[in-house]
């Protein structure tokens, strides 16, 4: 939850309404300058892609979140968000009016449009930040608070506060527990408390966050009653910190039930989901449609030569909620019947020399790519295995089943930091659950785009626990 201004609520209708004006300003100047150019001649379609071009900002946008209620609470995310859409512009227009256009003559006037553009933005951004630093400090436009308790969950909740730049932290009101705010029976409410709240309210605190055990929230009566004398919201923070792991989340299903939640699941936002899944479409669309007409065949004919069999080698493994799904792959053993219970490991016999050539290179797993257009996978996120390591990993490796809560993916975050092939070692794929769990829990879509220039830096380089 962002705690809210008015400035804050405002600007989530005036940064968008903003930068759709800036872009388009920016675009149009643009243009005006080219009329002057030798390359204005049949520049036409500029024109009449400017809704192309808008449309594209939106889809970055949103995807990036730039214009998401959460992302307003601190300027650094907008900052981070906007240059993040830019790049992101920049890649799809640019491809966009390559694929429809011809470009010959305007490389170095794209090059002039995205400078003009990062510029307008820095100037915009800046501008906001001047704006905000005025409501803030000579307007008084933000919310004074303060905390009562000065328990563990009271101490983490006011540096919480302090950080927030819309916040005025005002301090701790009673925050002594060892005198009596809250002993083993009752909440005690005493006249130095009163003092405090009163002053507290005199002095513009407009809500006062109390962290407090469950198990007093019926004392809590007092409290609430002297809150309302001085007009003080009272905001109830569980004092729970003791008892379950940090971090922890609540929300309430249906308005009234209060809902803990022990694990941050970035994938359990609809919206989240709906960016993964339309990044994933566009990324295997653009390979399968670029990539695999041509590489499929060529791999193919290669297969053939060398050995008997199919081209693809399928395989049941499990995905998503641990159901379970046929994954491709180019074929890179001779035929055996150990392939659904045997791991590759390094000198393996059953290996072919264009398989081992695709296996070092990772092109063997280009099928896969066909898994993620279908939605069985994606393009990032743990990788799957099979059915028969599912069943004999899950009963002793703690929390090996928590990664199978979303799409497994053709490369992850394990892969990228070397957890990949043979996990016969102790430890080995207990460290590779971890950076699965770590990537479900931060999961965002820089992060995903990250790890795919990692993936193909790796590929280039060599990773030595590739075969």
């Avoid at 002594?176 to 009752?186: M, Q, R, T, V, W």
């Avoid at 998503?320 to 001779?334: A, H």
Wanted: hydrophobic letters at 50%.
């Amino acid at each position: 939850m962002i705690l809210q201004t008015r400035y804050l609520y405002i600007l989530r209708y005036v940064l968008p309404i903003a930068d759709i004006l800036t872009l388009n300003l920016v675009y149009f100047l643009w243009l005006y300058g080219l009329e002057f150019t030798s390359v204005s001649a049949g520049i036409d379609f500029l024109r009449r892609d400017l809704v192309v071009c808008n449309l594209v900002w939106l889809f970055a946008a949103l995807y990036f979140g730039l214009y998401a209620a959460h992302e307003y609470g601190r300027l650094e995310q907008i900052y981070r968000c906007t240059w993040r859409t830019v790049v992101m512009h920049a890649l799809l227009f640019v491809a966009y009016l390559f694929l429809q256009h011809d470009l010959k003559s305007l490389g170095i006037s794209m090059l002039i449009l995205y400078a003009l553009l990062s510029f307008a933005f820095i100037l915009s951004r800046f501008i906001g930040t001047a704006i905000q630093f005025l409501l803030i400090h000579k307007f008084n436009a933000s919310k004074r608070v303060a905390v009562m308790g000065g328990n563990a969950t009271g101490a983490r909740l006011a540096d919480y506060l302090k950080g927030q730049r819309n916040i005025d932290f005002y301090g701790f009101i009673r925050d002594n527990n060892k005198d009596g705010l809250f002993n083993d029976d009752e909440f005690h409410l005493d006249e130095l408390a009163l003092v405090e709240m009163q002053l507290a309210a005199t002095e513009g605190v407009e809500d006062l966050y109390v962290a407090v055990p469950p198990d007093r929230m019926a004392k809590m009566h007092t409290l609430i009653h002297e809150a309302d004398k001085y007009c003080l919201r009272l905001k109830f923070v569980p004092d729970i910190a003791g008892a379950l792991a940090a971090p922890y989340q609540i929300s309430y299903m249906g308005g009234e039930f209060p809902i803990i939640t022990l694990r941050e699941e970035p994938m359990e936002l609809m919206s989240n989901r709906f960016k993964k899944r339309a990044f994933d479409l566009v990324f295997s669309s653009l390979v399968i449609v670029f990539v695999l007409t041509w590489l499929f065949p060529v791999i193919a004919l290669l297969i053939k030569l060398e050995s008997k069999g199919p081209v693809l080698f399928r395989q049941l493994r499990s995905g998503r909620n641990d159901e379970p799904f046929w994954c491709f792959k180019f074929r890179s053993m001779r035929l055996n019947t150990d392939s659904e219970r045997k791991q590759a490991v390094r000198g393996d016999d059953r290996i072919t020399a264009i398989g081992a050539f695709l296996r070092k290179t990772s092109l063997d797993e280009m099928p896969q790519f066909l898994n993620v257009f279908l939605g069985s996978m994606s393009v990032v996120g743990p990788r799957p295995h099979m059915l028969s390591h599912t069943e004999a990993y899950k009963a002793v490796i703690d929390q090996f089943m928590v990664r199978h809560f979303m799409k497994p993916g053709i490369t992850g975050w394990a892969q990228v930091n070397g957890c990949r092939g043979e996990t016969k070692e102790d430890g080995a794929m207990e460290e590779r659950v971890k950076h699965d769990v770590w990537y479900l829990e931060n999961w965002t879509g820089m992060l995903d785009v990250k790890i795919i220039f990692m993936t193909i830096i790796n590929m280039f380089k060599g990773d030595t626990n590739a075969f």
